[in-house]
């Protein structure tokens, strides 16, 4: 695998020797000095530029300057309606994006831009100005060391949560139920999940060792060292297969683990839990469980 240096150099390079690239940006967890790194970190570059036809859904270009990827995908010719091209996002004109996952193992996320820079607060590293500050590119960058912080919540949003959490959980019982795994598992994994990472990265934050300084990475990636290991050995137990009673179980385990850290968020926040809307919440999922067992056991 190409080191980091080789990539950086191959990167700056062909901006170097392209007159039309005036500026290369480097974000993500690259340019994030606080995320963990490993040879896994994807390069998040951009490339900006006056026009951007030249380059856009230019394969020779790419093959040419940086060898021909083993993957690749252009987000702006997916036609997937799970994922709409990036021509019929706010953006539309002035931008494509190549993936490239390479042979070695590393991976590019090359956007092409023809609009000026917006200075959000991402951690940004400026990799090469032509026109020094002068053109897409301000002079100085300003990350926001809490970018991508653990944001402590409103009490309405907290709120939402727990309300989110115990209602989505009658569409799990009832898929189960109704012996529909496919979409029970998917309200499960997916939408009741959602909520339960949310409330544990507000369980991370309120710890006094963290305060709300530290980032829980996209879907939680960042759990396993920052969650205390027995909550993090009960979170691993609400994923199960695709046997119902495991499922049952994982489900429950979720429950309770939910339960444990909102609670605690609650009480650190000064916020109200709903224990009423759990408790409804739970005997749903207890009748939907007995009923189920009562009608295997009719046949």
């Not at 026009?51 to 995908?73: C, H, I, R, S």
């Not at 023809?114 to 590293?125: C, F, L, M, Q, R």
């Not at 709300?212 to 609400?238: D, H, M, W």
Request: net charge negative.
């Amino acid at each position: 695998m190409r080191t980091e240096q080789e990539m950086l150099d191959l990167i700056i390079g062909v901006a170097k020797d392209d007159e039309r690239i005036r500026a290369v940006l480097m974000s993500g967890s690259r340019a994030d000095s606080s995320a963990p790194r490993d040879s896994f970190m994807d390069y998040d570059i951009e490339y900006f530029v006056h026009d951007v036809a030249p380059f856009y859904d230019n394969l020779n270009w790419l093959y040419e300057k940086f060898g021909k990827p083993a993957v690749l995908q252009l987000p702006e010719s997916n036609t997937l309606p799970s994922l709409p091209p990036i021509a019929d996002t706010p953006l539309g004109e002035g931008h494509c994006t190549y993936l490239a996952l390479f042979e070695d193992g590393n991976r590019i996320d090359l956007s092409i831009v023809s609009y000026k820079y917006t200075d959000n607060g991402e951690p940004a590293i400026v990799l090469l100005d032509k026109d020094n500050g002068e053109g897409f590119l301000p002079k100085v960058i300003h990350p926001k060391p809490d970018y991508w912080h653990i944001k402590p919540p409103t009490a309405e949003h907290f709120r939402d949560c727990c309300n989110e959490f115990w209602w989505c959980l009658n569409n799990v019982a009832k898929g189960i139920a109704r012996d529909e795994l496919p979409y029970a598992k998917h309200m499960f994994d997916c939408v009741v999940r959602d909520m339960l990472d949310l409330m544990l990265g507000w369980f991370i934050g309120v710890d006094k060792q963290h305060n709300f300084a530290v980032s829980a990475g996209k879907q939680g990636k960042y759990f396993k060292r920052l969650l205390p290991p027995e909550i993090y050995e009960n979170y691993c137990k609400t994923y199960s297969d695709s046997n119902y009673e495991n499922f049952w179980a994982a489900v429950f385990s979720g429950c309770e683990l939910f339960r444990s850290a909102a609670l605690r968020v609650a009480g650190e926040m000064g916020f109200c839990y709903d224990e009423g809307e759990e408790r409804g919440s739970v005997n749903y999922l207890n009748q939907c469980r007995n009923d189920n067992a009562e009608c295997r056991n009719e046949f």
